[in-house]
């Protein structure tokens, strides 16, 4: 079976602090894993993606994520938060041989001054 | 830039009614997805077609139908609306089948009824 969790519905962060959002995957082989983010009132766009290799991969804006296999996580960073950022997070799974994308529950970010 | 449109933003109707939503895509992909979003922004596949061919159908309410024209369109008719329809309908496309490939979304539609 594939899963997605996400444990933090919310999470507030001060403008220019570090940033983590928690993704925890239920796959038994290697997962496709991405971050997409949904601003208010605007369809999904795509942050990153990883599919092999580098464990650690860049995405749009200063956003990161780290795979681990063995803590089945793909944990999403960012330096330096700015007030842009407030937006609805999402953390995707696929399989190998999917067909579609499975959607976390996302995380509701909250940047304040 | 928007390149998934979808009509009408949103939809208010009654219960047993016929709602229909559309989507196009100028991307030239060749595989759309509805995707319904409920109160808490939980996303799950309902459908998927690549060619105007049905590729995934999840389990979904027979009032449920997706109608392809061609690969550019991808619309949603539900024939009698019920109260647990009401949610965000979102429309996506990608470049072939695989699950790897990124998923462009549109802006959705919001279904509420009453």
């Known amino acids: 079976a594939q899963s997605v969790t996400q444990p933090d519905a919310r999470v507030t962060v001060s403008e220019g602090a570090s940033l983590q959002l928690r993704c925890k995957y239920s796959?038994?082989?290697?997962?496709?894993l991405f971050w997409y983010v949904q601003y208010p009132r605007q369809g999904l766009q795509l942050l990153l993606k990883y599919y092999s290799g580098d464990p650690v991969v860049q995405g749009v804006n200063g956003f990161e994520a780290e795979f681990s296999k063995s803590n089945s996580s793909f944990h999403l960073r960012k330096a330096s938060v700015h007030w842009s950022d407030s937006a609805v997070y999402f953390c995707?799974?696929?399989?190998?041989?999917?067909?579609?994308?499975?959607f976390g529950t996302g995380t509701k970010l909250q940047v304040v001054p | 830039e928007t390149a998934v449109f979808q009509t009408p933003n949103y939809h208010v109707t009654q219960v047993g009614n016929e709602v229909s939503f559309n989507c196009k895509q100028t991307?030239?992909?060749?595989?759309m997805y509805w995707y319904k979003q409920d109160s808490k922004k939980l996303l799950k596949i309902m459908f998927s077609?690549?060619?105007?061919?049905?590729?995934v159908n999840e389990t979904v309410p027979r009032r449920f139908s997706p109608q392809s024209s061609d690969k550019a369109h991808l619309n949603l008719r539900i024939k009698s609306v019920e109260p647990e329809d009401s949610a965000v309908y979102l429309c996506?496309?990608?470049?072939?089948?695989?699950?790897?490939?990124?998923?462009?979304f549109g802006a959705g539609t919001r279904l509420s009824v009453l």
């Open positions: 991307l030239g992909h060749d595989t």
């Open positions: 796959y038994s082989g290697t997962p496709y």
């Open positions: 995707v799974l696929s399989a190998r041989s999917g067909t579609y994308q499975r």
């Open positions: 077609y690549n060619n105007k061919q049905l590729i």
């Open positions: 996506a496309s990608s470049h072939g089948t695989s699950s790897q490939n990124t998923l462009y």
